[in-house]
């Protein structure tokens, strides 16, 4: 294990990295309790039955989904004797969640996400901790805390979940049905975080951007929001993003207003971006320029 000057996040924060735009670009999700351990690889190594976790892997794949092993902060089953699976389509203008109960982990395996009848609505809003520390320490260092002090304030919506991605921005936490990233958030922000999005609104100072979009429009559309102040889920939509090899435009519309945002890739110091790391690189930045 690394030492505690080596940790990713240490490192990050010491280089002033910002996370506007860094969420990881996925759209849709298939959430399925599994109470662990999680092996580093998460479903292909984590303690399942022979050959679930290669199957569900390989169901995230063909429904272009993905898939994260989630569990209460107590570990205990949130139904006994029953596994909690979601799915959630975070696209559009309308992102849905459905959630059912499994008899057991096995049957995750034929669960189809495309069949919204197979589910029932759930209303939201759920919050997911990345805990998985045996991928990354900083996430169970920094996400454990995180996870606990929200599970207290919003215990039926409060999940630990594997991987979600940007190890050096722990404690990461993302907000369903819209799929909304935020990252470096103290144990103490979660309730305030889950709180505001529950109310339509985002804590701007730890967003770190919305699964649906590419990173370069994540950058433009936090800039418009932080410029502007404007914090409601609906005040700023991105229209249309284009990317020519480093550098991005972005038509955004804030109100009744349409902007467009210019953004520019750049390249930061090398750096390890994992805690378990081999190799140092260089991690992008999304720019705002005019």
């Known amino acids: 294990m690394p030492a505690l000057d080596g940790r990713c996040t240490l490192r990050s924060e010491d280089r002033g990295e910002p996370p506007a735009g860094t969420a990881s670009t996925v759209p849709r999700w ?79 395996t034929a669960v189809d996400p495309d069949d919204r009848s197979a589910f029932e609505p759930f209303a939201g809003p759920l919050a997911v901790v990345c805990t998985h520390g045996r991928r990354d320490a900083c996430c169970a260092e920094r996400g454990r805390p995180l996870a606990q002090a929200t599970a ?22 993302v907000l369903f049905p ?21 109310d339509g609104r985002i804590v701007l100072d730890r967003f770190r951007g919305r699964s649906t979009i590419p990173m370069f429009a994540q950058a433009a559309e936090i800039h418009v929001r932080t410029a502007d102040g404007l914090d409601g889920l609906d005040d700023v939509v991105v229209e249309d993003a284009r990317l020519d090899g480093d550098e991005g435009l972005v038509r955004v519309r804030a109100g009744a207003a349409v ?8 390249l930061g110091a090398p750096m390890r971006l994992t805690c378990s790391s081999a190799a140092e690189e260089r991690p992008v930045t999304w720019r705002v320029h005019t």
């Open 30 to 108: 298939l959430l399925i309790e599994s109470a662990g351990p999680w092996g580093r690889q998460g479903l292909l190594d984590g303690r399942l039955p022979d050959g679930i976790g290669r199957s569900l892997h390989d169901l995230g794949h063909a429904k272009r989904a993905r898939v994260l092993l989630i569990r209460r902060v107590d570990r205990r089953p949130a139904v006994p004797d029953a596994v909690t699976c979601f799915a959630v389509d975070a696209r559009g203008s309308a992102p849905w969640i459905g959630w059912r109960l499994l008899p057991s982990i096995e049957a995750a």
């Open 259 to 266: 902007r467009e945002v210019r953004v520019r890739a750049e």
């Open 152 to 173: 207290a304030a919003f215990p039926d919506a409060t999940w630990e979940s594997t991987h979600v991605g940007g190890d050096r921005f722990a404690a990461n936490l």
């Open 178 to 198: 819209h799929a909304l990233y935020f990252g470096r958030v103290e144990a103490v922000r979660g309730p305030e975080i889950v709180g505001a999005y529950a």
